[in-house]
């Protein structure tokens, strides 16, 4: 995911979004712990969406205050 796809997203579009990334997340770990994992390095990938997602999130709900 890219930033200028995250920009473009309101804050409720971001929650949601977050809450599909941390299910991922968990998926991914679950199938990391069974060693059924085909790519490990989309673990890496979907934190760093996570934390992309947040700092936007924190980002848009300062410029509302």
């Known amino acids: 995911m890219k930033a200028n796809e995250i920009k ?3 804050v409720d579009e971001l929650n949601s ?6 299910q991922e997340l ?7 712990a069974v060693n059924q ?6 673990l890496q990938a979907v934190k760093k969406d996570i934390a992309r997602v947040k700092t936007f999130i924190r980002k848009q709900e300062s410029n509302v205050q």
């Open 37 to 42: 994992l085909e790519n490990p390095k989309r």
């Open 8 to 10: 473009d997203m309101t």
């Open 26 to 32: 968990f998926n991914l770990r679950f199938q990391h």
């Open 17 to 22: 979004k977050l809450a599909e990334l941390k």
